[in-house]
Structure formats: C-alpha cells, structure tokens
C-alpha cells in the first residue's frame, strides 16, 4: 500500500538501526520524548524500543488526548448526558473513561441515551435526524482533530440547525511543552514531534523548543522507519551540537501547517484562560472554548455541569506516566488492578494510551526477561 | 483514505480505507481533490493529501 509499506522495509529499518548505533556517544544517556499518542502506539506495536541502543530511551509524553482529560470533565459530560432529552455522542475511547461516579458506557447502562460516533459529522446527522431532542458532541483531541469539530459548528450554523451542541474539550499542544520543559522533573535531549498536529499546525510552533530551551525536535511521522529516521535525525543534531526544528514527514506536513484548517480554528473557538490536564494540573491557555460567535452551540452554557476538579484514584500514577517520568510498567497498578478490560486510568484505555499500548505489545517482552 | 465519488456541492467525499470501509469525508480543508486522491483523515474530515498511516 501507498506510504505504508516502503515505510515498513525490514532491511532499511535494520540499516537506519545501525547508523543510529553509529551515531551516539558510548556512555551517554539519551531520553527522547515523543508526544503524539500515534508514535507511542507505533514504537510499541513495532518494537521499536528493541532496535535502539541500550542508552536511547524514549519516553512517553502527554500527546493521548483521551488520557490527558481530567475526570472532572468525565463528571461533566455525564452530567449533561444525563440530562431529559440529551442524546449524548461522543468516540468510542471516551465510552470507558472513568470518571469520579463510573464511565459514559454507565450512564447508558442506567439510562442516558448516549451514542458512539465516529465524527463530529455523525453527530449533526444524529441532530438532523432528531430535531426535537439536544445532540451534543463530547469533542475532544489536539488540533489534528479540533479542526473537524469547527467544520461541523460551521455546518450546524449555515444548515440553520439548533438543537446541535458542542461540550469542547479541545486542547493545544504547545502550552503542555513548555510545561514539561519547565519542570525540573525531567531531563529530555530531545523531542519526536507530533505528525498530525503538525500537519494542521506545521513545524513553526515548535521553534520555541530549540530557541528557548536549546533542545532539538523533528517532526515525524508514524510509521517504524518514520520514527526511526526521527532518532537518527535527533541524535545527528545532538551529534552536531546543532538544535532546531526538523521535518521529517514532509510527505504530509507543510512547514506553515494547513493555512485552511487554522483560519476555522481561529473563527470557531477561543482560549480558554486555563484548562486542567490530568497529572499535570492547569495550564495556561491550553484550551479551546467555542467563541462568541458560536456560543449558541455551548452545552456548558445551556447545561449547568458540576465544573469540580476530582482528583485521581490514589493507586493510579497516569499523571507521571504523562509527563514521562516512569515507564507503564513501573505504575503500581499495571496488568494487575488496571488493564484494558478494567481500566483504572485513562492511559489504559484508549488505544494511543501508553499503558494501553505497552500492555497491548510490550509486556510480553519484560515477562519473558522476568522468567 | 482514498476517495471514489467527490460532492463538491455539500463538500464531502466518499472515500474508502486500506480494509475497504467506506465513509463520507469532510473535504473543505484540502480540496481540490480527485477521485483516487489519497486523503490523511482526522474524525471524518481530511487534513491533508496523501500520508496514509498509524496515528
């Protein structure tokens, strides 16, 4: 298939191993974030992990949208699926989410009509078709899919259509970057960066990263010799004592983003002045709201939701698991009490969810060391 | 996603994926677009040309 198998070639995958190999410096650590949900389900999928050096450790960055969302907001999403003569609509990933009082999948179990889609779209058609009853749309991602969630308010408006409503939980990928690079829990050479936001966004964002904190970054994008061309270009900087932005996925990914897809963002939404994440707290202006000109589709502000901040079950650790300071497989729970079928965090459930991912392809290969 | 029809006037196109499930895609961010044209498909709406994949 075009742009997948000639990205899959064993032979050019163990060759860029070996340049990478070639490459870093014996005796140096090297931890490199990616943060995009993609790449982590990708590099486990792969065993991506198995063809790098001992002393090339990627960790797993806060790029799983689904998992980054605090159960507060889980709490106000069902409140307003429970609400008389909502149809509720959200993804399938957000179905199992827990929050402080049980999932989605619960309120259906008890009651509340909510519906799996698979686009924004799906959600106006559902509306259309039920013009007496409120559909609202659980919108969630980064700007990959933010732009999809604008199109069909703009749909919605000029269709004339009113019973379609909007509970955005849109976030940006900067403001979360800038507080990893921030915290003195981390210490990262360098960054993957994230393909599809790039493709909206293009790699201009990013410049910040090598500008202000002198470390380098490529944009990359998800199959493994992607990734693996990603680190190679990475180490090669580091190797150079060079630092920027690099495009590895131009095949996709414009250097100024989709000029299109970024004037719909700027007329539907707004910042919001702060928007919690879980396991990383409140971040300035890391949130979209729906602007003014499209607040007659705010479920928030027809619907009163709870709005409070719940904090996370004791036992779980996806909050350090976000901002990569342990591994999956070092949170107390995981494969025991949380598991894809019993999840106890968000990061296993979603399939772009490191613990999801790690449990899903990854865990076999430690249990085989184990033994 | 590869698309088979294009409906300019409501600016959707029906494309297929790599398992041959089809669905109606959202085109206004990348259009023109062509039948047989590959589309990288976020939540029903194409954000670019080409780059099929993970992710």
């Known amino acids: ?371 | 996603m590869r698309v088979q029809q294009v409906d300019d006037e409501r600016g959707l196109a029906l494309c297929e994926d790599a398992g041959g499930q089809r669905s109606s895609v959202e085109i206004a961010l990348v259009d023109p677009v062509a039948v047989g044209d590959e589309l990288l498909v976020h939540a029903g709406t194409a954000i670019a040309h080409g780059g099929a994949g993970a992710g």
């Open chain 1, 1 to 371: 298939m075009k742009y997948v198998d000639e990205f899959r070639n064993a032979e050019l995958g163990r060759a860029l191993a070996g340049e990478i190999l070639a490459e870093v410096e014996p005796g140096r650590h090297y931890k490199l974030m990616e943060v995009c949900g993609g790449h982590t389900h990708s590099i486990y999928k792969y065993g991506i992990d198995d063809l790098l050096p001992g002393n090339v450790e990627l960790v797993h960055g806060p790029g799983c949208p689904v998992c980054v969302l605090p159960m507060g907001r889980v709490d106000d999403g069902i409140a307003i699926a429970h609400q008389p003569g909502v149809i509720f609509t959200c993804f399938g990933d957000m179905l199992r989410i827990p929050g402080s009082d049980g999932t989605l999948q619960d309120a259906k179990a008890q009651g509340a009509d909510v519906r799996m889609v698979y686009s924004p779209l799906d959600a106006l058609r559902i509306a259309k078709a039920n013009p007496d009853r409120d559909v609202v749309f659980f919108a969630i991602g980064f700007e990959t899919t933010a732009p999809s969630t604008a199109l069909t308010l703009k749909r919605a408006k000029a269709e004339g259509v009113t019973n379609f409503l909007c509970m955005s939980n849109h976030v940006t990928i900067v403001p979360p970057l800038r507080a990893l690079l921030d915290s003195p829990d981390l210490r990262l050479d360098g960054f993957i960066g994230p393909g599809h936001v790039a493709t909206v966004v293009g790699a201009r964002p990013f410049e910040f990263i090598p500008a202000d904190y002198g470390k380098p970054i490529v944009v990359a994008g998800f199959e493994p010799l992607d990734v693996l061309h990603a680190v190679r270009m990475i180490l090669a900087q580091l190797a150079e004592g060079r630092c920027e932005v690099e495009n590895q996925y131009t095949r996709v990914v414009p250097y100024e983003g989709n000029r299109r897809a970024l004037e719909v963002l700027a007329e539907v939404f707004a910042l919001r002045p702060h928007f919690e994440w879980r396991g990383m707290g409140f971040i300035s202006q890391s949130g979209l709201k729906l602007s003014d000109a499209y607040a007659e589709f705010d479920a928030e502000l027809k619907y009163s939701v709870p709005g409070v901040r719940v904090a996370d079950p004791k036992a779980c650790q996806c909050g350090e698991v976000l901002k990569g300071v342990i591994k999956p497989f070092e949170c107390k729970v995981f494969g025991t009490a949380c598991t894809p079928e019993r999840p106890i965090g968000t990061c296993m459930v979603s399939s772009e969810g490191a613990c999801a991912a790690y449990y899903n392809f990854g865990r076999f290969a430690r249990e085989k060391l184990v033994v």
